[in-house]
């Protein structure tokens, strides 16, 4: 009995040992993509080189201890027209081969020239039929999740709401038309 | 005598049984961290430019700047004139 009993609290005591090490599983998931993609969206805002805006997160993530998903990368940005119509579109790809993941950021405008209008005070406004996206991509999800950022209201611009994704825009040139993230939109010259 | 060993034995067992019962209990899946697609598209506003509005839109993604244990986190990235400014963000599953 009292080996039974010494054995008891030997198991006891091991069960205690073995709770006290608590077993601490990180999940790993969306929200370090969304670092890399919110990168990308940045280097779209602020035209500094993805590869200098990576190479700066992977040197804080490394300070702070935060995991980034190994991967590779490329960026691509493409415009055309001008203050008659036009637009742009960027696309930045996040890419583990081996792994199989793929993830990106994509952000797509384009725009027409409706019509100018002077207001009371001479000024030219320029009227403006407009579409602006956004797309992210997490290999966790097999679909893409699509925003319609808003425009943002200056000085010398004016944005109304015509349909998902859709706006009119007036601009009083020279005007940078941007959204929340400093992404320039429409950028018209002269005054 | 026989009887009061296997009364003392049986307790022995059981106490012993009970402690282990408690103790093994596993632990909860990381999975239930897991944020679907409508969270998520509200997460993507987390990242921002600007690191007031992520006060904001944590309030907003149902998260806080502050977790308090047992509560998920995961790391958001702030980017200020070019440089990337990390905080971590908690939220209950």
């Given at each position: 009995m009292l080996a039974a009993a010494m054995l008891s609290l030997a198991v006891i005591a091991y069960l205690n040992r073995v709770e006290s090490l608590k077993i601490r599983v990180t999940y790993h998931g969306e929200a370090e993509w969304m670092i890399l993609l919110a990168a990308a969206r940045h280097s779209l805002a602020s035209n500094e080189s993805l590869d200098v805006l990576i190479a700066r997160l992977s040197s804080a993530a490394s300070r702070n201890g935060v995991w980034l998903p190994p991967v590779e990368w490329n960026s691509s940005h493409a415009s055309w027209g001008g203050n008659t119509g036009g637009g742009w579109a960027y696309r930045a790809d996040f890419y583990n081969t081996s792994l199989g993941w793929r993830g990106y950021f994509a952000a797509s405008t384009s725009y027409v020239l409706l019509g100018a209008e002077y207001d009371d005070h001479g000024n030219l406004w320029l009227v403006y039929n407009l579409t602006y996206l956004h797309e992210y991509r997490l290999p966790q999800y097999s679909y893409s999740i699509t925003l319609h950022p808003e425009p943002l209201n200056t000085t010398c611009s004016r944005v109304y709401a015509a349909g998902e994704g859709e706006w009119i825009a007036k601009l009083s040139p020279p005007c940078t038309l941007k959204d929340k993230w400093g992404i320039a939109i429409i950028s018209v010259e002269g005054g | 005598m026989r009887v009061a060993e296997a009364f003392f034995l049986a307790l022995i067992v059981i106490v012993t049984a009970s402690y282990a019962a408690k103790m093994l209990v596993p632990p909860q899946p990381?999975?239930?961290c897991l944020r679907d697609a409508n969270t998520v598209a509200a997460w993507i506003t987390?990242?921002?430019?600007?690191s007031k509005d992520l006060q904001l839109l944590a309030v907003k993604a149902n998260a806080t700047l502050q977790p308090t244990p047992h509560h998920c986190v995961a790391p958001v990235v702030v980017w200020v004139n070019g440089t990337p400014r990390l905080y971590t963000v908690g939220w209950k599953p």
């Open positions: - | 990381p999975l239930r987390l990242h921002s430019s600007r």
